[in-house]
């Protein structure tokens, strides 16, 4: 409206000057700068409009993932492994973590994964044939008699038989 009110004072001011004034060309360039103006104000009504959804977006997303953080908690399902299944699960079934949370599936495949990880860690560190944690020194593999395939074992190893044929406990032959 105010827009409005400047045009018709402009045009009793022209009406007034005189009649030899060019018409067409004020209402052109008049016309002109309203056009520059109106495409200013939506300009800056559209960066304004859009900031705000940013902003909002940023936070709706950072309280998403906390509500998902404090619902695995609440839950029991602490484990970095736990969580990251969950949300695969989540994002494959497409629903919400507090659904996958209470399906069944779901909580046979938890309860699968958090037993092989118990049972990994209970056994990690005996020694013996059937455990985990001998087959990753050198004197397992020696007694064995073969060598291992991981590289970083496999170079110590090397350097233990070498150190072994050097004292004389080597044998030369296969059948001595």
Not at 77 to 85: A, K, S
Request: charged fraction near 40%.
């Amino acid at each position: 409206m105010a827009n409005e009110n400047e045009v018709d004072e402009e045009l009793e001011e022209e009406s007034e000057d005189s009649d030899t004034t060019d018409w067409k060309a004020k209402y052109k360039e008049q016309g002109i700068r309203t056009r520059e103006r109106t495409k200013a104000l939506k300009d800056k009504i559209a960066e304004l409009e859009t900031k705000p959804a940013e902003k909002e977006t940023k936070t709706d997303e950072a309280l998403l993932q906390r509500l998902e953080r404090v619902t695995l908690r609440t839950a029991g399902i602490t484990h970095q492994d736990d969580i990251e299944l969950a949300q695969r699960t989540a994002k494959k079934w497409g629903v919400d973590i507090e659904e996958v949370i209470g399906d069944e599936d779901f909580k046979v495949k938890l309860e699968r994964q958090q037993t092989a990880r118990t049972n990994a860690d209970a056994t990690a560190d005996l020694k013996g044939s059937g455990g985990g944690g001998a087959k990753n020194t050198v004197e397992y593999w020696l007694a064995k008699g073969e060598a291992p395939t991981d590289k970083k074992l496999h170079s110590a190893y090397v350097q233990a038989k070498l150190k072994a044929g050097r004292a004389g406990d080597c044998k030369k032959f296969y059948n001595d």
